[in-house]
T-cell receptor
Framework: GDSVTQMEGPVTLSEEAFLTINCTYTATGYPSLFWYVQYPGEGLQLLLKATKADDKGSNKGFEATYRKETTSFHLEKGSVQVSDSAVYFCALEVIGNEKLTFGTGTRLTIIP | GAGVSQSPSNKVTEKGKDVELRCDPISGHTALYWYRQSLGQGLEFLIYFQGNSAPDKSGLPSDRFSAERTGGSVSTLTIQRTQQEDSAVYLC??????????????FGEGSRLTVL
């Protein structure tokens, strides 16, 4: 079946540090890949997506590149801020499946 | 508001009792999902409604779990004879019919269920 494995948390970084959250996947078909974010007290929201190999999704300074050869979609940001503290979920959707498969989430805390 | 609304936000119940969780999707969204978020387990798909089609119930963990969607809008997730392992945050999400594989689900804030 489809599955997503992401970096275990929690992750604590200082402000302006470089961030990487690893995500790898297994899919029964050709997937689209996503990162969702859950800020404290809020619902999950889409952060970025990529729908085919070598595509790069980006938003709010975050980036992730769809790597088919390594079945990965790692999330990166060059300089994190306190406001980036949240739980980050990697997810995939196989075309025609009509539902997202999520990873376990990674809690990120940024300290000033 | 304009977002997905869930109620109650918190529910504490005793083992063996039945509970109902409600979801009001975004107006005009025809697809509705229920997910469960357990500690350390990520988001687990439960059920999916799309318009008038038969729901995809493949994620429901047991026959104690059921869901319905009345009039293509509000949905209720019912858990009968609750067990302690049912304790989790139950998330509802909606999306327009023609998602074209964008994957953008709009989530509510969830209903936290605690079974004592």
């Amino acid at each position: 079946g489809d599955s997503v494995t992401q970096m275990e948390g929690p992750v604590t970084l200082s402000e302006e540090a470089f961030l990487t959250i690893n995500c790898t996947y297994t899919a029964t078909g050709y997937p689209s890949l996503f990162w969702y974010v859950q800020y404290p007290g809020e619902g999950l929201q889409l952060l970025l997506k990529a729908t085919k190999a070598d595509d790069k999704g980006s938003n709010k300074g975050f980036e992730a590149t769809y790597r088919k050869e390594t079945t990965s979609f790692h999330l990166e940001k060059g300089s994190v801020q306190v406001s980036d503290s949240a739980v980050y979920f990697c997810a995939l959707e196989v075309i025609g499946n009509e539902k997202l498969t999520f990873g376990t989430g990674t809690r990120l805390t940024i300290i000033p | 508001g304009a977002g997905v609304s869930q109620s109650p936000s918190n529910k504490v119940t005793e083992k063996g009792k039945d509970v109902e969780l409600r979801c009001d999707p975004i107006s005009g969204h025809t697809a509705l999902y229920w997910y469960r978020q357990s500690l350390g387990q990520g988001l687990e798909f439960l059920i999916y409604f799309q318009g008038n089609s038969a729901p995809d119930k493949s994620g429901l963990p047991s026959d104690r779990f059921s869901a319905e969607r009345t009039g293509g809008s509000v949905s209720t997730l019912t858990i009968q004879r609750t067990q302690q392992e049912d304790s989790a945050v139950y998330l509802c999400a909606s999306t327009p019919e023609r998602r074209l594989n964008t994957g953008e689900l709009f989530f509510g804030e969830g209903s936290r269920l605690t079974v004592l």
